[in-house]
């Protein structure tokens, strides 16, 4: 996994985007924010401090679960009791009716279409009647070229960390590649590679999709990176 690098290189730009996207709909939540997908925990930081409400960190993958207890424990006590982490995916975590807000960021072109589907009763069933989930929309289209992208390079004591993300199609599917490495003063110490798969969806379609399931979208929010929808309630089951 690239968790190791992952905070080095990209957290402190995440943080900002994360704040800027969701800490005005963090500071409406009254009963818990519902982080779907936590990650090294961006999202949930933020919603510690924009909050005054039970967060719940939902994040089946041990090597970012581990990235996000670190960043927990580092945070003052007070804050620390009001998050709880939940070590699987949504639909097998058993939340029901714990939170007002959810927010789902860099996870839905993530996930494979039937495992997209089950996510969206699962979010209904946690949400609290009239519950709002905002979420970083997917990409909606596959590139037609690879696009090749440098991360910033990071200084740490003596080394240097840096990295190259290049997208490209593949079928049906958009192929994330990412090569990281660690330099220090006699070259590259260490190199480390990872592929992610993502799937495209247009904005139109995932309110379809999410409709399906009893999900209305809200007016535009003023950008093209984020879609809210509201819930009516919980679902039976």
């Given at each position: 996994?690239?968790?190791e690098f992952?905070?080095?290189l ?5 943080r ?6 969701y800490s005005?709909?963090?500071r ?6 519902l982080?779907?997908?936590a990650?090294?925990?961006?999202v949930?930081?933020m919603?510690l401090?924009e ?5 719940h960190?939902v994040?089946p993958?041990r090597a970012?679960r581990?990235a ?12 620390r009791?009001r998050?709880?982490?939940h070590a699987?995916?949504l639909?097998?975590?058993g939340l029901r009716a714990?939170?007002?807000v959810?927010i789902?960021?860099n996870?839905?072109g993530?996930l494979?279409?039937?495992?997209r589907?089950?996510l969206w009763p ?10 709002v989930?905002v ?6 289209s596959l ?11 990071v200084?740490?004591?003596?080394h ?6 290049v ?6 599917r958009?192929?994330?590649?990412f090569d990281y ?7 590259r110490?260490?190199e480390r ?11 139109a379609?995932?309110v379809?999709?999410?409709?399906e399931?009893?999900f209305?979208a809200?007016?535009?929010?003023g950008?093209d ?7 009516p309630?919980?679902l039976?089951g």
């Amino acid at each position: 996994m690239s968790a190791e690098f992952y905070d080095i290189l990209q957290a402190e730009r995440d943080r900002d985007r994360v704040h800027r996207l969701y800490s005005a709909d963090v500071r409406t939540a009254r009963a818990g924010v519902l982080d779907i997908g936590a990650g090294t925990g961006t999202v949930t930081a933020m919603s510690l401090v924009e909050s005054g409400a039970a967060v719940h960190a939902v994040e089946p993958t041990r090597a970012m679960r581990t990235a996000l207890m670190t960043r927990l424990a580092d945070m003052p006590a007070d804050l620390r009791m009001r998050v709880t982490v939940h070590a699987r995916a949504l639909h097998d975590s058993g939340l029901r009716a714990v939170a007002d807000v959810a927010i789902c960021h860099n996870v839905i072109g993530c996930l494979q279409p039937t495992r997209r589907r089950t996510l969206w009763p699962a979010v209904a069933k946690a949400l609290l009647p009239g519950g709002v989930l905002v979420l970083q929309l997917p990409p909606a289209s596959l590139p037609t070229t690879a696009v090749s992208t440098d991360l910033p390079i990071v200084r740490v004591g003596e080394h240097e960390y840096g990295g190259r993300m290049v997208t490209s199609a593949d079928g049906e599917r958009i192929r994330a590649h990412f090569d990281y490495w660690v330099r220090g003063r006699a070259g590259r110490l260490r190199e480390r590679a990872e592929t992610f798969w993502m799937w495209p969806l247009s904005r139109a379609e995932l309110v379809e999709e999410m409709s399906e399931h009893g999900f209305a979208a809200l007016p535009d929010r003023g950008d093209d990176v984020t879609l809210a929808a509201r819930h009516p309630g919980l679902l039976d089951g």
